[in-house]
């Protein structure tokens, strides 16, 4: 009777651990992602091991996608070479990891024009907010679905090369 009673116990333990909502937390075991090559105008993301491609992916991008971002609250995603500089786990878009604009040419051309180069833009998810988002719908941005960064965010390392073509 106690026998039944532990594996009853045990079941129910099991049971219970299966429920949890599964991890965004992927791991990844392929070749390292080297460079990562946005093309605006497919809206494509294409994740490359040298010249091979591992991965592509649809993204939606700055709700002002023509032209490189120029300044704060324009609405634009960069254009240009930029690496991947940080992580953020806790994003509210999901997660979504850093691309390193604005470079120093971005900071001393809005200078010079008297603006503000604005910042924090990330490939991210969709998050908890922006599930039914259509079209291009960030603020400078390149988003994917969650599932999708879940992906991206495992295999993606700081320091990754990142090109964004117009």
């Known amino acids: 009777m106690v026998f039944f009673r532990v594996v009853a116990a045990l079941a129910l333990v099991a049971v219970l651990a299966s429920c949890g909502a599964p991890s965004k ?3 990844y075991h392929g070749p390292e992602v080297t460079q990562i090559v946005v093309h605006k105008a497919a809206r494509r993301m294409h994740l490359y091991h040298h010249n ?5 992916f649809r993204v939606q991008l700055g709700g002002n996608p023509i032209g490189h971002k120029q300044r704060e609250g324009d609405r634009r995603t960069p254009e240009g070479d930029y690496i991947i500089d940080r992580r953020n786990p ?6 979504s990891i850093g691309i390193s604009y604005p470079d120093p040419y971005d900071r001393a051309r809005a200078e010079a024009n008297g603006w503000r180069p604005g910042g924090d833009i990330f490939i991210h998810g969709k998050g908890p907010r922006f599930q039914r988002a259509r079209g ?3 603020d400078g941005c390149i988003a994917v679905t969650d599932r999708e960064m879940e992906d991206i965010y495992a295999m993606v390392r700081d320091g990754t090369r990142i090109r964004i073509l117009p």
């Open 52 to 56: 091979q491609r591992l991965r592509t």
């Open 136 to 138: 291009d719908w960030t």
């Open 25 to 27: 937390f992927r791991s």
């Open 90 to 95: 806790n994003s509210a878009f999901h997660l």
